[in-house]
């Protein structure tokens, strides 16, 4: 094998672990690497379980959540996500999300990563502002 092929063989590989680190570097970021949103759950959702199936074949209950959520900055957005049984069994009403109870979602560019309740008194004084004025 010649010594330029040899060259142009190395230069295409390294092009090639180039293009597949910078690819996975921003699967990760918009997968994985996420900013604080703050919602207030609507005074009209309801608690209701309901099921549906996973995959094709297993059923899971739960409830789905599309709701509004905003940053400090005041940007607004939608997040999406579920309370289902697949790590606890639902089986109450209380165990999903009530009206009016206040979240911290930990949400990438792509999907919801955690969420939490807080009280009132944990949402930023500025983002608070957002939220209340979207429910009146």
């Known amino acids: 094998m010649s010594k330029s092929l040899k060259v142009g063989l190395l230069v295409v590989g390294l092009v090639v672990v180039g293009v597949i680190?910078?690819?996975?570097?921003?699967?990760?970021?918009?997968?994985?690497?996420?900013?604080?949103?703050?919602?207030?759950?609507?005074?009209?959702?309801?608690?209701?379980?309901?099921?549906?199936?996973?995959?094709?074949?297993?059923?899971?209950?739960?409830?789905?959540?599309?709701?509004?959520?905003?940053?400090?900055?005041?940007?607004?957005?939608?997040?999406?996500?579920?309370?289902?049984?697949?790590l606890e069994e639902i089986t109450s009403e209380a165990q999903l999300l009530q009206p009016n109870e206040f979240l911290r979602i930990h949400a990438s560019e792509e999907r919801v990563i955690s969420w939490e309740r807080i009280a009132e008194t944990d949402v930023p004084e500025v983002t608070l502002k957002y939220i209340l004025e979207s429910h009146e």
């Open 21 to 86: 680190a910078i690819w996975g570097r921003n699967y990760y970021n918009t997968t994985y690497v996420g900013h604080d949103y703050y919602v207030r759950v609507p005074s009209s959702q309801s608690t209701e379980i309901e099921a549906w199936l996973s995959g094709d074949t297993e059923e899971v209950r739960g409830h789905r959540y599309k709701l509004m959520a905003w940053n400090e900055d005041g940007e607004a957005r939608i997040v999406e996500f579920d309370i289902m049984d697949n």
